[in-house]
């Protein structure tokens, strides 16, 4: 699989550099594909960086954009931009808004990590997309000018972001993964369930090896001690040779018989 990769515009401050709000919207570009770039190089995925940092005119930009891309038998080209313009979410642009799987996982992925899936448009009238030989998709990833998208951005990050797109060029579904706050609850019933099974196996051990008592010593519990003597001393139990075996049933009876026989007197 041959994939051309555009981080869109040319780099901030020069002719043909891409939209500022409280993102930058060229620096941005170039952080989130040269991670798509290594992370789709990384899944065996043959890249060809189709970014042109600087040009004299915008359209000596897209030309020489689009150049890069036919130089190469492409299965796909994608470029990378971020909107502008007031909105909120990814949308993602096809010649004639051809729906096809790589660009439904996109926003697919994108909505994984909180971004709003705007769709697949119709990019038509875009020069990368109407003049590139192969199929080929425009990201917007989020809107520059926008707060929340810019907060939602710079949390996720663009690491996130570039596995999300690179995940989707590849025809994955982005693996998911637990919020902080999730795996958190996860430790937290994790660790209940294991405390309640630490009860239960004591339970259980406690049924299975009942405690005996064969001596009045200082493992025998200190309510049963009198009653137990006073019954060996009326001969009420005799020990085997190897002690008295008496276990809790035993120990609470001794005690009850010591006390009946104190009102009987
Ligand atoms: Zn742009």
């Given at each position: 699989?041959?994939v051309?990769i555009?981080?869109?515009?040319?780099?901030?401050?020069?002719?043909?550099?891409?939209a500022?709000?409280?993102?930058?919207e060229?620096?941005?570009?170039?952080?989130?594909?040269?991670?798509?770039?290594?992370?789709?190089r990384?899944?065996?995925?043959?890249?060809?960086?189709?970014?042109?940092?600087?040009?004299?005119?915008?359209?000596?930009?897209?030309?020489?954009?689009?150049?890069?891309?036919?130089?190469?038998?492409l299965?796909?080209?994608?470029?990378?931009?971020?909107?502008?313009?007031?909105?909120?979410?990814?949308?993602?642009?096809?010649?004639?808004?051809?729906?096809?799987?790589?660009?439904?996982?996109?926003?697919?992925?994108?909505?994984?990590?909180?971004?709003?899936?705007?769709?697949?448009?119709?990019?038509?009238?875009?020069?990368?997309?109407?003049?590139?030989?192969?199929?080929?998709?425009?990201?917007?990833?989020?809107?520059?000018?926008?707060?929340?998208?810019?907060?939602?951005?710079?949390?996720?990050?663009?690491?996130?972001?570039?596995?999300?797109?690179?995940?989707?060029?590849?025809?994955?579904?982005m693996?998911?993964?637990?919020?902080?706050?999730?795996?958190e609850?996860l430790?937290?019933?994790i660790?209940?369930?294991?405390?309640?099974v630490?009860?239960?196996?004591?339970?259980?051990?406690?049924?299975?090896?009942?405690?005996?008592?064969?001596?009045?010593?200082?493992?025998?519990?200190?309510?049963?001690?009198e009653?137990?003597?006073?019954?060996?001393?009326?001969?009420?139990?005799?020990?085997?040779?190897?002690?008295?075996?008496?276990?809790?049933?035993?120990?609470?009876?001794?005690?009850?018989?010591?006390?009946?026989?104190?009102?009987?007197?």
């Amino acid at each position: 699989m041959i994939v051309g990769i555009n981080c869109g515009h040319t780099v901030s401050g020069t002719v043909g550099s891409g939209a500022v709000g409280f993102l930058n919207e060229s620096n941005e570009t170039r952080r989130v594909g040269y991670k798509v770039m290594e992370y789709l190089r990384a899944k065996g995925v043959t890249v060809v960086d189709c970014t042109d940092d600087y040009s004299s005119t915008v359209s000596g930009n897209l030309k020489k954009i689009v150049d890069k891309a036919n130089a190469q038998p492409l299965d796909l080209f994608v470029s990378i931009h971020f909107n502008s313009g007031g909105g909120r979410g990814t949308e993602v642009y096809t010649y004639n808004g051809e729906v096809f799987k790589q660009a439904e996982l996109v926003c697919e992925n994108m909505a994984e990590l909180g971004f709003i899936n705007r769709g697949i448009k119709n990019g038509s009238n875009l020069y990368v997309i109407r003049r590139s030989n192969a199929r080929s998709m425009l990201i917007e990833v989020c809107f520059v000018d926008t707060e929340s998208d810019a907060d939602l951005y710079n949390e996720v990050g663009a690491d996130r972001i570039a596995e999300a797109i690179s995940d989707a060029i590849v025809g994955e579904k982005m693996e998911e993964e637990l919020t902080m706050s999730q795996y958190e609850e996860l430790k937290q019933m994790i660790s209940e369930q294991t405390a309640r099974v630490d009860v239960l196996q004591n339970e259980v051990y406690k049924i299975e090896n009942p405690m005996i008592y064969n001596y009045i010593d200082d493992n025998m519990p200190d309510w049963a001690k009198e009653a137990v003597r006073w019954c060996v001393d009326n001969g009420i139990i005799v020990g085997t040779g190897s002690g008295l075996g008496l276990d809790d049933t035993k120990l609470w009876t001794c005690v009850v018989m010591y006390r009946l026989s104190k009102t009987l007197k």
